[in-house]
């Protein structure tokens, strides 16, 4: 596990070299089309040029923590006075199709856009086709659209594979093992991406006793699923895949309430700080990490090329392409990790994702200690 950490962390280091060596020199490359700023027209000034970042929800906190104060300071290193128009939905679509407005109202030259929903991001990236303002789908891809520009992502399938796997690890191959599966939510593309991968690995491996999707990816509704499928199997589980570390969180606080001892393995995703903590104190046994700073700021050297109408460097997505039902988008995917206990000095710490200092707080210090982390 350690070779593969490691070697996936150098890939994320290889995109994050590619991404500064690509704004250092110019080079040929695929552009927006008719849908961005001809390649005749006038250069605009630095000041004129704003791009907007789109986030979907603030539960899960990579967003306001890591992606958008990563996805700024790389704009800001690129173009010291455009102006990053950063807003969060609160998982509200409609709030997030309204905010999406405003921002070509403003004159938003670029929409980075982590989607909602599928529905209703479609309908975004279509009203900015008809402005000639591309459309990057960031993190969550954006199906039944020919309006979208560019995917900046994961392998998303393959992270729902890899949480999986990972239980079926954890379970021993222990024969008709019951697992109840907390999915993500139902309106997220990703979600559905997660739940299939998932899926792959568990079906015919063990006994699927209970499913639930996740509204809105709540922890809340995770929690009051899980008190449902205990109350209904009399407490009597195996394992629990939860599709990211809030609804890990959610399944955890349910067992803990119901008196399960000791809780059964427990699948996440993002790397939070508070499930990375709860690894150390073997309340949830892994989580998937995803390496947030190249995946923001490839999406910030996309979005300021389209934004000044220069050529997107061609070796930002090396050619590959994900096909969301209408189109081949150009996408850029980085390859996530699965961490537990074992690996996480050589991922999330060494990665500075989080510090030791914030991991290993006076409540954490012995399991800290105990995995190695603090001597």
């Given at each position: 596990?350690?070779?593969?950490?490691?070697?996936?962390?150098?890939?994320?280091?290889?995109l994050?070299?590619?991404?500064?060596?690509?704004?250092?020199?110019?080079?040929?490359?695929s552009?927006?089309?008719?849908?961005?700023?001809?390649?005749?027209?006038?250069?605009?000034?630095?000041?004129e040029?704003?791009?907007a970042?789109?986030?979907?929800?603030?539960?899960?906190?990579?967003?306001?923590?890591?992606?958008?104060p990563?996805?700024?300071?790389?704009?800001?290193?690129?173009?010291p006075?455009?102006?990053?128009?950063a807003?969060?939905?609160?998982?509200?679509?409609?709030?997030?199709?309204?905010?999406?407005?405003?921002?070509l109202?403003?004159?938003a030259?670029?929409?980075?856009?982590?989607?909602?929903?599928?529905?209703?991001?479609?309908?975004?990236?279509?009203?900015?086709r008809?402005?000639?303002v591309?459309?990057?789908?960031?993190d969550?891809l954006?199906p039944g659209?020919?309006?979208?520009?560019?995917?900046?992502?994961?392998?998303n399938?393959s992270v729902?594979r890899?949480?999986g796997?990972?239980?079926?690890?954890?379970?021993g191959?222990?024969p008709n093992?019951r697992?109840v599966?907390?999915?993500?939510a139902?309106?997220?593309?990703?979600?559905?991406?997660?739940?299939?991968?998932?899926?792959?690995?568990?079906d015919g491996?063990v006994?699927?006793?209970?499913?639930?999707?996740?509204?809105?990816?709540?922890?809340d509704?995770?929690?009051?699923?899980?008190t449902?499928?205990?109350?209904a199997?009399?407490?009597?589980?195996d394992?629990?895949?939860?599709?990211?570390?809030?609804?890990?969180?959610?399944?955890?606080a349910?067992?803990?309430?119901?008196?399960?001892?000791?809780?059964?393995?427990?699948?996440?995703?993002d790397?939070?700080?508070?499930?990375?903590?709860?690894?150390?104190?073997?309340?949830?046994?892994?989580?998937?990490?995803?390496?947030?700073?190249?995946?923001?700021?490839?999406?910030a050297?996309i979005?300021?090329?389209?934004?000044?109408?220069?050529?997107?460097?061609?070796?930002?997505?090396?050619?590959?392409?994900?096909?969301?039902?209408?189109?081949?988008?150009?996408?850029?995917?980085?390859?996530?990790?699965?961490?537990?206990k074992?690996?996480l000095?050589?991922?999330?710490?060494?990665?500075?994702?989080?510090?030791?200092?914030?991991?290993?707080?006076?409540?954490?210090?012995?399991a800290?200690?105990?995995?190695?982390?603090?001597?």
């Amino acid at each position: 596990m350690k070779t593969n950490a490691i070697s996936g962390r150098l890939g994320a280091w290889a995109l994050s070299a590619l991404v500064l060596a690509s704004c250092s020199k110019k080079q040929e490359g695929s552009t927006a089309g008719d849908k961005g700023p001809a390649a005749g027209d006038k250069a605009r000034k630095p000041a004129e040029l704003k791009i907007a970042l789109l986030l979907p929800e603030s539960k899960t906190a990579r967003y306001e923590s890591k992606d958008r104060p990563y996805f700024e300071a790389k704009i800001k290193s690129l173009c010291p006075d455009c102006q990053v128009l950063a807003s969060n939905a609160n998982q509200d679509a409609s709030q997030q199709q309204a905010q999406a407005e405003a921002a070509l109202t403003n004159g938003a030259r670029v929409l980075v856009l982590d989607a909602v929903d599928s529905a209703s991001a479609a309908v975004i990236a279509t009203k900015a086709r008809a402005q000639k303002v591309p459309v990057i789908a960031y993190d969550r891809l954006v199906p039944g659209t020919d309006a979208i520009d560019y995917y900046v992502s994961f392998d998303n399938e393959s992270v729902g594979r890899l949480q999986g796997e990972s239980l079926l690890a954890a379970l021993g191959n222990k024969p008709n093992a019951r697992v109840v599966m907390i999915n993500g939510a139902p309106t997220d593309n990703n979600g559905m991406l997660f739940k299939k991968g998932a899926h792959s690995a568990l079906d015919g491996n063990v006994q699927i006793v209970k499913e639930y999707d996740t509204p809105d990816w709540s922890p809340d509704k995770a929690q009051e699923q899980m008190t449902q499928a205990l109350t209904a199997l009399n407490n009597q589980i195996d394992g629990v895949y939860a599709a990211n570390d809030g609804t890990a969180g959610g399944a955890i606080a349910a067992m803990k309430a119901a008196g399960i001892k000791p809780l059964p393995p427990v699948t996440g995703q993002d790397a939070e700080l508070a499930a990375v903590q709860r690894i150390l104190l073997g309340e949830q046994y892994m989580t998937v990490y995803k390496a947030i700073k190249p995946q923001a700021e490839a999406a910030a050297v996309i979005a300021y090329h389209l934004a000044t109408g220069k050529p997107v460097p061609t070796d930002i997505t090396g050619g590959k392409t994900v096909n969301n039902g209408k189109k081949e988008v150009p996408s850029v995917l980085l390859v996530p990790l699965a961490v537990t206990k074992e690996n996480l000095n050589d991922t999330v710490i060494a990665d500075a994702f989080w510090t030791t200092e914030q991991i290993c707080t006076t409540q954490y210090a012995e399991a800290c200690k105990a995995a190695g982390i603090l001597q």
